[in-house]
């Protein structure tokens, strides 16, 4: 699959440009201090390019919390970078205006301002105001249809950041995988996953599905689950059969709750995993937030030893590996999370539409 859409490489002269840059630095953050700054060694590679080709660069971003500034985040950004904060539009605009080549200014959580997430024409035309080129480096956002993401392409000039051009090809490659093709779907919400699922129990080999999503399938077929943790959303019957749908074959309980995979399920699962050629990773297999994380991190090293094409995703899967100190051993890791999601369902976003 591609996508016929300009790079940041093919941007021409930019020396005194003002490129307005979508990227995520929604890191998490403990007592004001960063605590995993991943996302933001991931989009180096852009932020040194146009600090080399002598840019003027605004950075736009966001935080979950709308309330929540990212101050934390320019504090750690100003020990790489000449870069200035600026709270309002106005003040934005004045530092642009101000700021010498190759270096940045930050502008303060975007979702704090209105007509963002509501993608406001007004408010596109506004921030478009600012800049002269428009890069998208926040794959991990794209798949919001916000002002920041879809509205301002509309009037600048656009390309896709590096490390959004490598979301996109590499998740790309679960469309026409290699097989066998193991797909590793893990976590909770079946109201979001089940899009994804449907779709790769045609594409993949085998579908293992472990946490709150196997609690669903245990429950659709009458399996005893007691207290265990469900979704909202009933797991349809259409699938239930479905030869090449996986759940573990024994589970750890705690109490009358199911919390992770079993000891004969993560014996299966290491088996597949040396069978298969490609693998795609998203979710964890049980609670591992409350401390039952046993079966994420035997999968985590089953996964990293690998000799297959490895392609992990999500926040809790990632934080998991990054904890582990086993990200380098895995061939791609995503940083996206519902964006990487929806990718994989529709096969496009809505950020990506926005740069063609």
Not at 44 to 61: C, G, H, I, P
Not at 89 to 111: C, D, H, P, W, Y
Not at 114 to 129: H, I, P, Q, R, Y
Not at 193 to 213: N, Q, R
Request: aromatic share 10%; hydrophobic share 45%.
């Amino acid at each position: 699959m591609t996508f016929d859409y300009k790079t940041i490489r093919e941007a021409g002269a930019l020396t005194g440009k003002r490129v307005f840059v979508a990227i995520d630095l929604n890191v998490p953050l403990h007592n004001g201090k960063i605590v995993d700054d991943y996302r933001i060694a991931r989009s180096k590679r852009t932020l040194d390019f146009l600090k080399e080709n002598r840019a003027r660069t605004l950075l736009v971003s966001h935080r979950t919390n709308k309330n929540e500034s990212l101050s934390h985040v320019y504090e750690h950004l100003k020990k790489f970078y000449s870069v200035a904060f600026a709270i309002t539009l106005e003040e934005a605009k004045s530092a642009l205006e101000q700021a010498r080549n190759g270096t940045f200014v930050m502008l303060e959580n975007i979702r704090q301002f209105s007509g963002e997430e509501e993608n406001d024409e007004v408010f596109a035309k506004k921030l478009a105001e600012l800049a002269d080129v428009y890069v998208n480096e926040a794959f991990s956002a794209s798949h919001r249809a916000h002002a920041s993401i879809v509205g301002v392409p509309r009037f600048l000039q656009h390309y896709a950041g590096f490390l959004f051009e490598e979301e996109v090809q590499n998740l790309s490659k679960a469309f026409s995988p290699a097989h066998p093709f193991l797909f590793i779907l893990g976590g909770a919400k079946t109201e979001t996953k089940l899009p994804i699922l449907k779709k790769f129990l045609s594409i993949a080999d085998t579908v293992f599905v472990g946490g709150v999503l196997a609690n669903d399938i245990f429950k659709a077929r009458g399996e005893p689950i007691g207290e265990s943790r469900v979704s909202a959303t009933a797991f349809p019957d259409s699938l239930l059969h479905n030869l090449r749908l996986r759940v573990p074959t024994d589970v750890v309980r705690s109490g009358d709750r199911i919390v992770d995979a079993g000891s004969v399920a993560l014996d299966d699962l290491r088996a597949l995993v040396e069978k298969a050629k490609f693998v795609l990773w998203n979710g964890p297999l049980g609670e591992y937030e409350k401390g039952f994380d046993a079966g994420t991190i035997a999968l985590a090293h089953a996964l990293a030893e690998s000799d297959a094409e490895t392609v992990i995703g999500g926040g809790d899967s990632l934080a998991i590996v990054s904890k582990l100190g086993l990200l380098e051993r895995f061939s791609f890791a995503s940083t996206g999370g519902g964006a990487m999601l929806q990718f994989l369902a529709d096969g496009t976003l809505p950020g990506i539409e926005a740069l063609f």
